[in-house]
């Protein structure tokens, strides 16, 4: 390719890799990672979560980042798992929310305590709500290919469920695979099917590397077409209902591949291990990325070099 | 699939895994690793290298392995460098030899201190042999993709090389990423390339997992048409001339996903994780899969169970 084609990556570090730590961090300690990010090039960021911070404590305090995060050509969304988060989001002067919607009814049940129809009814009515506001919103659809409780989803489950929500307005469906059980094969196998009938500009996917195959799975998606991944720095992340599951798939993992297959990701590698460094250091975990040492020692040889702006 | 088709995994981790640790195994202790294997359904297993013991000591008493190996449905293979190696190999009643040959002429220099003309010269007349003595050769290009002295390697003179070995009678070629460079989009575009110009039968891969990219290069490799690769247990190895290098691409981590992904590896995975804990205590080192923790999480659900024959 001559000019790069270009592939975003989501930042989901700050509220999927965070809410799933042992320990959890002050406001300010996460917005030091939000700008860790920023100064690295990522421009879209989750960067937290508007729920209750008795029941998520790991995310209290989210109003306070939003309002001091900077302006500019930056995407920022947060998660609402209910209409009151969906208001406080709005007050907190957020552009972008983000909903999940399981595939599978006992995931939804025990991730926010609804059934598969309730959740529907939420979240059609936010995707309606968020056109009368102006607000962007990500739909996500967790356990696109295997649920904890149910195994393996049907293919034409996760089909319908994306008319749904693309007939009910959303503007980008995002598919997760939530606990890191998918292979490449069965990547291939829907996104493929998904791209078809909606086209890949609409759609998003999202991987954990529970398995060791977060990168192959990325790979898989490109392949079908997709241009916009959800990831961690760092690798952080879990799944409270997948216990010792790995987390997200690294976003260093994710940028040193794609920018090495000739993507334009916009982000420096060199920056990024800073902000995997930061948070490693502040959660007292290792990363998990299998790129890091091999990053390291290209910063250490001058292969890879920080940006002037940081 | 009605029928899973079968994908042979080569495990290279007793020669080109141990050879790369800082710890010296026994061959007793090589020879029980072996068996591991051989107890997880692995058939094809590179056993050790013909070498001088002065120069690799991890390689010392090979042909007491192969003396002691079992006879049966398996495909042993072992390493040899130059002649008088492959005199030893047949002496010892090897059926399969290896030979390698880089795709640049500094890591021929390095590695076997011969030119690019000197190692060709070496593996035509090894080929030549070979069909006299009815031995099998398995000739692997190092440095397919790219190497550590000269950076990134030409599609055609890795495809040169290929007409090259084929016409000097080589039965497979595999293609080799030693330092573990390559990007799934650089896998496709050489793979492609061979399969179209010699059918994926007469080809296999090997890839390092140095950049977190092994399994993303293995399913890459997969969608070409490739039904044979290298893998190491424990996701042993390294490479001399790439210092901090990870090791091979992990044999768990490949057969788990090539099994989820309905290939008939013929392995069972809880054997298999019983020869990774059997290296991991003979040498000390830590497994470098990245599935393992969640292989092992199914052994105690007993969801993957040892092989009766075990």
Redesign the interface.
Known sequence: MTIAEKIIINDVGPRDGLQNQAKTLEPQQRLALIQALLNAGVKHIEVGSFVSPIAVPAMRGTADIVAQLPTGDFHFSALIPNFKGYELAKVAGMNTVSLVIAASNSMNKKNINMSNAEVLSFATEVLGRSRSDSMNTLACIATAWECPFEGLVAEQTVIDLCTTLFAAGAPEVVLADTI?AA????VKSLMSKLVAQFGAKRLSCHFH?????G??N???AV?CGIRKFDAAIGGLGGCPFA????GNV?TE?VV??LN???YDTGINLANLIQAADLVAAQTGSLTN???T??IK?QIEKGVFKLNASS
């Open positions: 890191g292979s490449p094969a069965q590397d529970t398995r060791g195959m990168l192959a990325v790979y898989a392949e216990p010792g599951a790995s690294a993992d040193l591949m090495q297959m000739g990325a299998g790129s040492k091999w020692r």
